[in-house]
């Protein structure tokens, strides 16, 4: 009798650990989607880009009339500006003194202009608008934003699956040893090239299954699509992180955090697609749905 009750009091208790466990565990996935909402309802997110132009060599007109090579809002900007000069990949801002364009909250008439692919990257602001120069395949562009719009005040929740601790699986990093450069494509219709230190190899359903990874410091990035892509999910993959293993070669992949690419929220992102073999024959019901707003 008493063995069998000290057997029930250990089942109850070791129930109540698991059970304790797994709100925690979902604690801190609903904590992680707040986090994510709360930096997409920032005014400056990827719901407030309002344009991407591409800059060509000389003169580049900034303002709302047409024939400028960045057109902005009509109601937000002159119809002329100002202008970029590009010449041999260096960039000059230059726009008269009564423009009011701020660079750091100081007006500018002449200043020299850095992409994204540098440390010092240069945001200029004009009223409710801002914009900053992206690198992309050996382009610049121009990416605009209006901090005055709606749609981040508006966005009150985004879409997932029900939390699924099922959906944490285990995987052995297959390194390259001489590292491997992926290919990997996006939706400008070019590719980049992104180091992988290695693959990915996991089992779920009784079926092997991989995903190249790319190298992003202390985390894996992965770009991957799946069987539920187009329908429940956005159809052109999503992306998640994984922190690299201190000691040893397995890692745990979290599908319960993959998450949208910029693309979900404006057609002027240049988000990378899925490597072909990062495509799996699998309907990953985790992490982050499609997007309607």
Same mark, same amino acid.
């Given at each position: 009798?008493?063995?069998?009750?000290?057997?029930?009091?250990?089942?109850?208790?070791?129930?109540?650990?698991?059970?304790?466990?797994?709100?925690?565990?979902?604690?801190?996935?609903?904590?992680?989607?707040?986090?994510?909402?709360?930096?997409?309802?920032?005014?400056?997110?990827?719901?407030?880009?309002?344009?991407?132009?591409?800059?060509?060599?000389?003169?580049?007109?900034?303002?709302?009339?047409?024939?400028?090579?960045?057109?902005?809002?009509?109601?937000?900007?002159?119809?002329?500006?100002?202008?970029?000069?590009?010449?041999?990949?260096?960039?000059?801002?230059?726009?008269?003194?009564?423009?009011?364009?701020?660079?750091?909250?100081?007006?500018?008439?002449?200043?020299?202009?850095?992409?994204?692919?540098?440390?010092?990257?240069?945001?200029?602001?004009?009223?409710?608008?801002?914009?900053? =120069?992206?690198?992309?395949? *050996? #382009?610049?562009?121009?990416?605009?934003?209006?901090?005055?719009?709606? &749609? $981040?005040?508006? @966005?009150?929740?985004?879409?997932?699956?029900?939390?699924?601790?099922?959906?944490?699986?285990?995987?052995?990093?297959?390194?390259?040893?001489?590292?491997?450069?992926?290919?990997?494509?996006?939706?400008?219709?070019?590719?980049?090239?992104?180091?992988?230190?290695?693959?990915?190899?996991?089992?779920?359903?009784?079926?092997?299954?991989?995903?190249?990874?790319?190298?992003?410091?202390?985390?894996?990035?992965?770009?991957?699509?799946?069987?539920?892509?187009?329908?429940?999910?956005?159809?052109?993959?999503?992306?998640?992180?994984?922190?690299?293993?201190?000691?040893?070669?397995? =890692?745990?992949?979290?599908? *319960? #955090?993959?998450?949208?690419?910029?693309?979900?929220?404006?057609?002027? &992102? $240049?988000?990378? @697609?899925?490597?072909?073999?990062?495509?799996?024959?699998?309907?990953?019901?985790?992490?982050?749905?499609?997007?309607?707003?």
């Amino acid at each position: 009798m008493q063995t069998k009750l000290l057997f029930l009091i250990l089942s109850l208790l070791l129930t109540n650990v698991s059970v304790a466990a797994a709100d925690t565990y979902e604690q801190s996935i609903l904590q992680w989607q707040t986090e994510r909402l709360e930096q997409l309802q920032q005014e400056d997110s990827w719901l407030s880009v309002t344009g991407l132009f591409w800059l060509e060599e000389g003169v580049n007109g900034f303002g709302s009339a047409v024939d400028n090579k960045v057109v902005l809002p009509k109601a937000k900007s002159p119809e002329y500006l100002g202008s970029y000069v590009v010449k041999n990949n260096i960039i000059m801002a230059n726009f008269p003194p009564d423009s009011h364009v701020q660079h750091n909250g100081t007006n500018i008439v002449k200043l020299p202009v850095y992409s994204d692919a540098s440390e010092d990257s240069t945001t200029l602001t004009f009223g409710s608008l801002q914009w900053n =120069v992206i690198e992309r395949n *050996n #382009q610049f562009g121009v990416r605009v934003k209006d901090l005055s719009l709606p &749609a $981040t005040k508006s @966005l009150t929740g985004l879409k997932y699956f029900k939390i699924d601790p099922a959906w944490i699986v285990e995987a052995t990093l297959v390194p390259y040893p001489e590292g491997k450069i992926l290919q990997v494509p996006t939706v400008m219709d070019w590719y980049l090239q992104a180091s992988s230190l290695g693959q990915l190899r996991f089992e779920y359903g009784g079926k092997e299954y991989q995903l190249d990874t790319i190298d992003s410091g202390d985390e894996y990035f992965i770009i991957f699509g799946d069987q539920t892509n187009g329908k429940q999910t956005y159809g052109a993959g999503r992306f998640l992180y994984i922190p690299k293993p201190t000691t040893g070669n397995k =890692v745990k992949i979290d599908f *319960n #955090q993959a998450y949208n690419p910029p693309c979900v929220f404006t057609p002027f &992102a $240049t988000c990378p @697609l899925p490597p072909a073999q990062n495509n799996l024959a699998l309907m990953v019901e985790a992490g982050e749905m499609d997007f309607h707003h």
